[in-house]
Structures are given as structure tokens and as C-alpha cells.
């Protein structure tokens, strides 16, 4: 097969190019050039922002494409200059509209899509994604539209699935106690990077049309701190903290800076990092166990210097522990 991947030299992206090759395939990823694509795959380099950025492209045909963007105005520029027999679309778990609800099917209503061609911000990142997910359906050719899950594993750089194992693989002063929030039945999922490019390829090969949820399965937290712990060796233990008490010592949900990942205190879409995905595992999808996924996690963050993008830092682990301690 002769594929195509804007991008490629990414996290996912990437990993996708890497099976490709790895099975046999032609690649050709597109990128600004900034990293290396995969050895033994082509690089042609260009800014998508440009119209014209796809011209060296142009007069090729590729068997399948994959764009990973959450751009509609790149989606329709891809779909104007390039010619393909299928289209592979990542799009995201975001695109359904907010739910309390576990494990929504495909069938699960939308958010209304993006009416401009620019994501200006990540408020918008779900419309964002419908209105691609549109082009894409909608571009004369078969499309996958792959809605992916919490991505994990190597490469994580939002550091979403490697701040649990390296926490407690670095427990402040020795240890032993790790702040973590008292949710323990709060249900997460993740899907390895490379399962899920291993299903977008299968998803270029065969063909798939439609769209399919992809993720892992549905644990609780308590398991995936069980397992964090675990796969770091630790002899360190969860020294659960009521969200409520989190909240007043300014500790966030989810992501990002003083925060404590992959959990938000939000009723209303308690179930959102969860799909079904009935339809994809019909379709090929396997998932490795979560173990696998938070062990490569916490190889990569190893090698990371300085402060990371999610999770506590040591100073504010210090601090919330001091306070929890004193009250």
C-alpha cells in the first residue's frame, strides 16, 4: 500500500508510520520538518497554514491517507489537493456532546460542528473535530473516522499516563505517601499509542467506513494507581485526598499544570473519558494491558528534564501533603 501521512513524525502520527513500514507499506508523511520521520519513510516538509502547502503532493495518488488535524480548514484544503481511494480521520472521544453516561456508542449524539475553518482554542476542540469528521465523510471517498480515547504510553508529552508511575516511583522525601484524589470507583480508559495506530492502519488497509470509538477498557482509578504503583516498584502508597479539599489547595483535574491526572470532579460528564467500542473490536481492535502502557509511560517520562506538563510538582506535592497532614 502506498500511504500518506500528514503528519508523521509526531507521537501518534509517528507510530502510525512506524507499523506501516514495519508491515511492508510505502510511507510518505508530510510534515513542517521540524523532527525526523520515521527511517526508511519520505519526508516532504511544508506549513499547513499556507494554501498552497500540498502542491509537491499533487498529481500523486495514494491507496490511503491519514490526517490526524483539528483544523477544517487544513481538512478541506487536504481534500481539494489530494487524491486518494480512502481517507483515515483520528478524530476524538470530544466529539460526543457532555454525558454522565459510561461507554456511549457511535450512535451517541454530536456537538454541533465548528462553524469556521480555524480552531482558535481548545474550548472548541470537539466542534473542531465534527466539522473534519464531516469533510472527511463527505469528501467522495471511503473514511474512517477513528475517535480515539486517552492516548498513553511512549511519547505521552502531555504526561497525562506518565505522572501516576513516576510519582510513585518518586515519591517526595522518600515517601511514603502519594497525593492522589479519594474517587476511587471514578472510571478511566486508555488506549497505548500503538494499539491504536495499529487499528488506524488496519482501519487503511481494509477500508473501514464509519466511524469507530477507540480506546481501552473501563477500570476504575483505584486500579489504575494499583497499577502505576506497580509497574514503578514502589514501596510507596495513595494518600487519597477528598476532591473538595483538593480544590481548596488549588489542585486541578485532568491536565496541566498543578494537576492530578486522568480524573475531573464533574458529575456531568463523569463518563467521558470512556466509549464502547463493541464495533471496533469486531473490526480487529486489541488493547494490551494497562500495565504495558503505563510501564512505557514511565520509561519515557525518565528520560524528561525539568518541570512536566501535568501532575504536581514536588514543591506543590510537598505542600498539599503538609496541609493534608496538618488539618
Known amino acids: 500500500m502506498d500511504l500518506l501521512i500528514l503528519g508523521g513524525t509526531g507521537f501518534l502520527s509517528g507510530e502510525i508510520a512506524r507499523a506501516a513500514l514495519a508491515d511492508g507499506h510505502t510511507v510518505t508523511c508530510f510534515a513542517r520538518g521540524s523532527r525526523p520521520a520515521p527511517v526508511g519513510a519520505d519526508l516532504v516538509t511544508g506549513d499547513r497554514e499556507d494554501d498552497d502547502a500540498l502542491t509537491p503532493l499533487s498529481g500523486r495518488h495514494f491507496d490511503a491517507i491519514v490526517e490526524i488535524t483539528s483544523q477544517p480548514g487544513r481538512a478541506k484544503r487536504a481534500v481539494r489537493d489530494l487524491d486518494t481511494d480512502h481517507w483515515v480521520f483520528v478524530s476524538t472521544a470530544n466529539v460526543y456532546t457532555e454525558s454522565p453516561d459510561l461507554e456511549r456508542d457511535e450512535d451517541a449524539p454530536l456537538q454541533t460542528p465548528l462553524g469556521s475553518d480555524v480552531l482558535e482554542g481548545m474550548e472548541d476542540y470537539g ?66 499509542v500503538r494499539d491504536l495506530a495499529d487499528f488506524c492502519l488496519r482501519a487503511a ?6 466511524p ?16 502505576a504503583n506497580e509497574v514503578a516498584g514502589s514501596n510507596a502508597r495513595p494518600l487519597p485526598v477528598a476532591p473538595e479539599r483538593l480544590r481548596e ?33 469486531a473490526a480487529g481492535l486489541t488493547t494490551r494491558p494497562l500495565a504495558e502502557t503505563l510501564a512505557a509511560a514511565l520509561t519515557y517520562e525518565e528520560t524528561r528534564e525539568g518541570d512536566r506538563p501535568s501532575g504536581l510538582t514536588d514543591e506543590v506535592e510537598r505542600e498539599v501533603l503538609a496541609a493534608v497532614r496538618g488539618a
Open 127 to 192: 466542534a473542531a473535530k465534527v466539522a473534519c469528521e464531516q469533510i472527511f465523510s463527505g469528501s467522495g471517498r471511503t473514511a474512517t473516522l477513528v475517535r480515539s480515547g486517552l492516548i498513553g504510553g511512549d511519547g505521552d508529552a502531555s504526561g497525562r499516563t506518565g505522572y501516576w508511575p513516576w510519582r510513585f516511583a518518586h515519591p517526595v522525601d522518600g515517601g511514603p505517601d502519594v497525593v492522589v484524589p479519594d474517587d476511587p470507583d471514578f472510571p478511566c480508559a486508555v488506549v497505548d
Open 205 to 210: 488497509v481494509e477500508r473501514l467506513e464509519g
Open 212 to 227: 469507530f470509538n477507540v480506546t481501552g477498557p473501563t477500570v476504575p482509578l483505584s486500579e489504575v494507581l494499583a497499577t
Open 249 to 281: 489547595l488549588g489542585v486541578n483535574p485532568w491536565m496541566g499544570p498543578r494537576s492530578l491526572p486522568m480524573w475531573i470532579d464533574v458529575p456531568e460528564i463523569r463518563g467521558f473519558a470512556t466509549m464502547g467500542t463493541t464495533r471496533a473490536r
